[in-house]
């Protein structure tokens, strides 16, 4: 079997990929990431960007990167800079409907795959405590959209269609397919 590398460590992807049974390094690619306007393509080009990074240094072995946005009427919500940004995130996601895009990109000695999974997600209606109390706790900082869904931020979320992990980070079942044919 081939060395897989996660270009992240985020403990999010790490989850995942332990309960998909993967054996794997982390080694975090620490880039930029900028927006590039389409949603879609921001959260492919910048999986791709990470899992170069890191795919360069190490050529002979797999390397997984990946990217996760929200987006909230046709705006892509990165992380917050602050805990008044991370507010207003949650604030406007309130009562309302977004959607989970990750990206996805695997590179190795047989070639790449990129690809993207996407989720809805609907909010309930949050009152001002609520935001408070949860931005308190820090969880929202590091977090696309200033929720993490396995996390406290799961109290927010009434409904989810499409995968679960996608919202999480990696799509568990799309990843697994791919890693499977390409690790071999």
Known sequence: MRLLILASESKRRVEILKMLGFKFLVIPSYVEEPHFGQPILTARRLAHKKAFTVWKDYKFATVLGADTIVVLEGKI?????????????????????????????????KGKVCFHDKARVKFRPLEEKDIEEYVATGEPMDKAGAYAVQGLGARFVEKIVGDFYTVMGLPASKTYEVLRHVLD
């Open 77 to 109: 919500m990165g992380k917050p800079k602050d805990e008044a940004q991370a507010k207003a995130m949650l604030r406007s996601l309130s009562n309302k409907w977004h959607t989970v895009i990750t990206g996805v990109c695997i590179m190795g000695p």
